[in-house]
């Protein structure tokens, strides 16, 4: 998959976009990340890329005309080679806010462009020009667009085949069934007196896939309630044959009990 970056700082979005996995990832020729400097494309004799906004107000906004040649030059490229222009996303508050959903969807593109703006943003035309898809990662106001968009390219490029070393971890990843993530231990079973659930360390694989089921929808109800009743909504089959397992272990535990009472009373 190719992400196409247009920023005023590719160098901000090459070092960090090529180390760890993203880094390995590109190496294997399973994503390619590039960075196409904006203001290449100014038509002004100062490189300048902002100007004054009308109607007043404060800071400088990022005029049409580098905006769209940068954004042209590169979907002349990605026509050449897929037929169609790719979907442009521009990093914005106003926005949808991103989410795992999303990404899953990003990531069945072929190619993506990546719109950073600075200062107070893009002049409105470009964006109606280009047909620029706003998306937002949260409530709240950065100096650029280039971490959200670094944010997004990591998150897609994890649902890339070949990206992860294990297919299960994106699998099992937060928000992929819906739920948050169960808690997750390694070795050594014991550390500062805190000892790993023991039903990890029993072999019981079934047994393992119930209780992370569980601490996922206990943890999600407790911290996002919102993706919790989503969750029920969204599987109600899943819901029912939970409930009938717990009541079934319910019964089960029942006779134990009392058996446990029987064999007491006789002695």
Not at 226 to 237: A, H, Q, S, T, W
Request: glycine share 8%; charged share 30%; hydrophobic share 35%.
């Amino acid at each position: 998959m190719r992400f196409h970056v247009l920023t005023l700082f590719p160098e901000m979005v090459e070092s960090a976009l090529g180390e760890s996995i993203l880094g390995r990832a590109a190496q294997k020729g399973l994503v390619e990340i590039s960075a196409v400097d904006i203001r290449r494309f100014t038509q002004n004799r100062h490189n300048r890329v902002d100007d004054y906004t009308y109607g007043g107000g404060a800071g400088m906004l990022m005029q049409a005309q580098p905006v769209f040649d940068c954004c042209n030059f590169v979907q002349e490229g990605i026509r050449s080679r897929q037929g169609r222009p790719a979907r442009v996303l521009y990093m914005s508050p106003l926005g949808p806010t991103f989410n795992q959903r999303m990404a899953q969807e990003l990531a069945q593109e072929e190619e993506l462009i990546l719109l950073c703006g600075h200062y107070e943003g893009i002049d409105a035309r470009a964006l109606e020009e280009i047909g620029a898809e706003e998306v937002s990662i949260g409530d709240f106001v950065l100096t650029g667009g280039e971490l959200p968009a670094m944010m997004i390219i990591d998150a897609v490029s994890r649902m890339i085949p070949g990206v992860l070393g294990n297919t299960e971890s994106a699998d099992t990843d937060s928000f992929m069934n819906g739920l948050l993530e169960y808690p997750q231990y390694s070795r050594p079973a014991v550390w500062h007196g805190r000892e790993v659930p023991p039903v990890l360390l029993s072999g019981d694989h079934a047994r393992v896939e119930e209780w992370r089921f569980e601490q996922s929808l206990a943890i999600t109800k407790e911290r996002r309630p919102d993706l919790y009743e989503r969750f029920v909504l969204e599987n109600p089959g899943i819901m029912e044959a939970r409930q009938k397992r717990l009541d079934r272990q319910k019964r089960l535990e029942e006779r134990r009990r009392r058996r446990e009472e029987k064999q007491q009373g006789g002695k």
